[in-house]
Each structure stands twice: as structure tokens, then as C-alpha cells.
């Protein structure tokens, strides 16, 4: 009986989608676009999240001690101290704030190298080098700013690195230096790993993770995150209410065969049934004419790599990250919603006099 029911129930829906298209439109574009435009704008802000955590973890030190630490940790890659100072640039007449990072090993660094080496010398970011006209070979001026007199050395540029982050290519430069370090640095093969390794076997020493000494970058990415759950929220919201709307005006056109539907014996359980199905039917349809379209333009525009001003953001194009899980939270969601406000939108309108509606043929 009850296959004989879902049967009846399925070739209902079937007869009155083909006949009234029309009033689904707003909804099919509605969860169309509201989904379109959830992929390719959480794409684009995983993409940046995605590069700047990268960019972060392959310049600062994942996990940074308070003096010397000689004992190596699980999951450890490189181990060497450091001085980071701040200074002053000069050459030419110009001149630039910058830190100066002092190390007993430049072995991470040296990956980061795209001119010259880290050898007999000082390594200065691709920005910085751009913005007072230097090149490998060329001498500065750098003032150490710390103590009562800043202390003047002259460098040889012996190597330019780019990591990535505009932050550090424009501010940061580094050298070989074997006397007595302040800090240490550890590069962990995994840097998610960084605050249960502190936590486990730094408890007595002051420490910092990577996203603690980063906390103005790491908490763009906090404010990302939240940002991307506040527009998954209002295309969800969006696409229920245009549901709603929908399944309303799909009610009152035809009371007349919902009053024939009852005479017959059909309960109201089994009627909401036919506009509930309605309503995921075209949110399916919806979603996946969505998805479709924001993968596309998705790979589209990581395909163009468009440029993005220099100075103002920490990459050099704009970033394209496909989240495969909000690809399916967002399906499961986009269900869940549709099918609650289908549920209560249709109990509330079907509380209507059968006979009513048969004799006044609507």
C-alpha cells in the first residue's frame, strides 16, 4: 500500500512540476545563484587563508623558545638560534625600517633564496630589494637599533628571497652570525602540530607557537571564517524562504486538486508530502546548476591568475582554494533547510475546508 502510495505521490510531483515551472523560477535561480556565488567567494577566501598560513609556515619558525633549547622534539625538521633586531636600511640616500634576522643556520632559509646565497653576506626580500634598487653584489648600510647607539655595518647583498607575505619581503632580512643567540627556532614537518608539542613538552620554558607570534595575520583568518559562515547562513536562509514563497503559491493555485487529493482519502501528511518533494526536487536542481557554475568559474579565474595591488594584500594574485567540505556541509544544509521550511510552510497553508475548495472549484 505504501509503494502504491509514493508511486501516486511521485507521478503528482512529476505532473506539477511540468505544469507549473514558472512558480519555481525564483527559487531554482535563487538557490542557483545563492550558491554560485557560495563557491566562488569561499573558494576565494580558503585560497587566501590557504596561502597565507603557507606563506607564514615556510618563513617563521613554527615553534620559537625563549633562549636555548637543545633537545630535539618529535616531528622536528630544522633546530637553530636566532636574534631577530630591529634596524635601519640605507643605501643611496634612501632608507627603510626593516628586522634583521640573526642566525646560527640559514639551512630553512636558503629554499626561500631566488638570487645569490646566504653566503658571506646578508639576504634581503624581494620587495625591500625593489624598493631601494638592490641587487646581489650591491653594498648597504645597516644600523642595528638596539642599546643606546645604533651600531653601522656595511653588507654585501649576497642573496634575495621571497616567501610570499608582502610583510615579510618588504621588512625582513637575514644573515649568518654564530654568536650568542637570544632565541630558538624549530621547523616542525607538520606546523599543525606546533601548540600540542609546546603544551607537551614546553611547559617550563617561554615559548611561542607559530600563530601566537603571527596573531595579526592567523586572526584574519579567524575573521574569514566567520565572514564565510555568515554568507553560507544567508544563502541557506535565502534559499529556504524562496522555498517557502514557492510552495505557497503552489498551494493556493490548487486547492481545487488538494480538495480532490482529500475526498479521495489522502491524509495532510501524505499531501505535504507532494510539495516537500517539490521543494527538494528544485533546490537538487538548484544546487547542482550552482555548484556546477562556481567550480567552473572557480578554476576560471585560478586559471587567469588576476593580479592584485602590491602593498595592500600578502599575495601577487588573487588566490583560489576549492573547500571540498563546504561543498558537501553546504549540500546537506541547503537540504535540511529547504525541507524544514517545506515541512512547517505546508502543514500551516494546508489547514483549509475540503469542501470549501471543491465547491468554489479553485
Known amino acids: ?8 505521490i511521485n507521478t503528482v510531483v512529476k505532473g506539477f512540476l511540468k505544469k507549473a515551472k514558472k512558480n519555481f523560477n525564483f527559487s531554482f535561480f535563487s538557490i ?11 573558494s576565494v577566501i580558503n585560497g587566501f587563508d590557504t596561502v597565507l598560513i603557507k606563506s607564514i609556515t615556510n618563513f617563521y619558525p613554527h615553534l620559537t623558545i625563549n633562549g636555548k633549547y637543545k633537545e630535539k622534539l618529535p616531528n622536528e625538521l630544522y633546530h637553530f638560534e636566532f636574534n ?3 634596524s635601519m636600511i640605507s643605501k643611496n640616500g634612501k632608507y627603510d625600517f626593516i628586522q634583521l634576522l640573526e642566525l646560527d643556520n640559514t639551512e630553512f632559509y636558503d629554499s626561500l633564496i631566488i638570487s645569490g646565497n646566504s653566503k658571506n653576506g646578508v639576504v634581503i626580500g624581494n620587495e625591500l630589494a625593489k624598493k631601494l634598487y638592490l641587487k646581489v653584489g650591491n653594498t648597504l648600510n645597516l644600523f642595528e637599533l638596539h642599546g643606546f647607539l645604533p651600531i653601522s655595518k656595511n653588507y654585501t647583498v649576497s642573496g634575495i628571497f621571497k616567501s610570499g607575505v608582502y610583510q615579510f619581503d618588504s621588512k625582513i632580512a637575514f644573515l649568518k652570525d654564530t654568536s650568542k643567540k ?8 607538520d606546523p599543525k602540530k606546533a601548540f600540542n608539542l609546546k603544551e607537551k613538552y614546553l611547559k617550563n620554558y617561554s615559548s611561542l607557537t607559530w600563530k601566537e607570534s603571527n596573531s595579526s595575520l592567523t586572526k584574519t583568518v579567524e575573521v574569514d571564517s566567520l565572514f564565510a559562515f555568515l554568507i553560507t547562513l544567508f544563502v541557506f536562509l535565502m534559499s529556504g524562504f524562496s522555498i517557502s514563497n514557492s510552495i505557497t ?5 490548487r486547492k481545487r486538486e488538494i480538495g480532490i487529493f482529500k475526498s479521495l482519502g489522502m491524509t495532510s501528511n501524505q499531501i505535504s508530502k507532494i510539495f516537500i518533494r517539490e521543494g527538494l526536487i528544485i533546490s537538487t536542481y538548484g544546487y547542482l546548476s550552482g555548484l556546477f557554475l562556481g ?4 578554476l576560471i579565474i585560478s586559471f587567469l591568475k588576476i593580479p592584485l595591488p602590491k602593498g595592500i594584500f600578502y599575495v601577487d594574485y588573487l588566490p583560489i582554494s576549492i573547500n571540498i567540505n563546504i561543498v558537501f556541509i553546504s549540500l546537506l544544509v541547503t537540504f535540511i533547510t529547504v525541507y524544514i521550511f517545506s515541512f512547517f510552510t505546508t502543514r500551516k497553508i494546508l489547514k483549509f475546508d475540503t469542501l470549501e475548495a471543491l465547491k ?3
Open 1 to 8: 500500500m505504501n509503494n502504491y502510495i509514493n508511486k501516486a
Open 32 to 42: 542557483l545563484i545563492g550558491v554560485w556565488g557560495l563557491i566562488v567567494i569561499t
Open 84 to 86: 631577530l633586531n630591529n
Open 182 to 189: 637570544k632565541f630558538t627556532g624549530i621547523i616542525l614537518k
Open 249 to 253: 503559491f503552489s498551494i493556493i493555485t
Open 295 to 298: 567550480l567552473i568559474t572557480s
Open 360 to 362: 468554489n472549484g479553485e
